[in-house]
């Protein structure tokens, strides 16, 4: 039981991650700094899990990095979608969306 809800956790930060990569590239503490905004701050996004994802995305070709400057000129990894990773979103997302729709279904019946 406890694997399937570390996979359903790793799905969806995958999701979550490649979603905040469609505005645009950027690098890793912003990443979950907006994950965690856009949620209005329940959804947060430790750096133990958030690098091992970025590492995975990126060993699949969803994702691209390059070292650059960061807002306060620290050196940072940026990260950016690849046409790959567009494709992978739009299919996750649809998945996604049935499955929520599925639980939604399921929590109406009485």
């Keep these: 039981m ?11 930060l995958d999701l979550l991650v490649l979603k905040t990569l469609q505005a645009g590239p950027t ?4 990443i979950a700094q907006r994950i965690q905004q856009v949620s209005q ?4 996004v430790g750096q133990g899990s958030l690098y091992p994802a970025l590492h995975r995305l990126e060993a699949q070709g969803w994702i691209a990095s390059e070292w650059g400057a960061s807002e306060n000129n620290r050196r940072a990894k ?8 567009r494709k992978q979103l739009a299919a996750e997302t649809e998945i996604w969306e049935r499955f929520t729709g599925a639980v939604k279904l399921i929590l109406k019946t009485t």
């Design 78 to 85: 940026f990260y950016k979608l690849t046409a790959a990773g």
């Design 27 to 30: 690098h890793g503490w912003d």
């Design 41 to 44: 701050g329940i959804l947060r």
């Design 2 to 12: 406890k694997n399937i809800q570390t996979d359903l956790l790793q799905g969806t």
